[in-house]
C-alpha cells in the first residue's frame, strides 16, 4: 500500500503561482513513477504531471507545459507541483497519484492521494 497526501491547495488571482506538495509512505519503492491529476466540475480527470522517484524525466499534460513543473524530494518522500502564470481554468481539486510505471500512472493509477482545491479567480 501507498499512502498520499497532498497540501498545499488555496485561492489566488490569475497569474499567481501556488506550489502543492504530496508526501507519499508506504511502498513507495514498487511504485516509482508519481504524479498529479485534476478535475474541474462536471469535467473527466486530467493527467497533469508525472515524474519518478529513480530519474529526472518529467512528464506533462499539454494544457500545463511550460507553467507548471513537478520535482521530488527523495529524502522527504515528497513530489511537488509548482504551478505558475494560474490561469481560471486551472481551477481543480488536484490528486497526487502513484503507479509501478509512468505508462500505468497516466492510464490507471494505483494509489490516490484525497485531493487539494485549487481556485484561480480572474
Known amino acids: 500500500q501507498v499512502q498520499l497526501a497532498e497540501s498545499g491547495g488555496g485561492l489566488v488571482q490569475a497569474g499567481d503561482s501556488l506550489r502543492l506538495s504530496c508526501a507519499a509512505s508506504?511502498?513507495?519503492?514498487?511504485?516509482?513513477?508519481m504524479g498529479w491529476f485534476r478535475q474541474a466540475p462536471g469535467k473527466e480527470r486530467e493527467f497533469v504531471a508525472a515524474?519518478?522517484?529513480?530519474?529526472?524525466?518529467?512528464y506533462y499534460g499539454n494544457s500545463v507545459k511550460g507553467r507548471f513543473t513537478v520535482s521530488r524530494d527523495n529524502a522527504k518522500n515528497t513530489v511537488y507541483l509548482q504551478m505558475n502564470s494560474l490561469k481560471p481554468e486551472d481551477t481543480a481539486v488536484y490528486y497526487c497519484?502513484?503507479?509501478?510505471?509512468?505508462?500505468?500512472?497516466?492510464?490507471?493509477?494505483?494509489?490516490w492521494g484525497q485531493g487539494t482545491q485549487v481556485t484561480v479567480s480572474s
Open positions: 508506504g511502498r513507495t519503492f514498487s511504485n516509482t513513477a
Open positions: 497519484a502513484a503507479g509501478p510505471t509512468i505508462a500505468v500512472l497516466t492510464t490507471t493509477p494505483r494509489y
Open positions: 515524474i519518478r522517484w529513480t530519474d529526472i524525466n518529467t
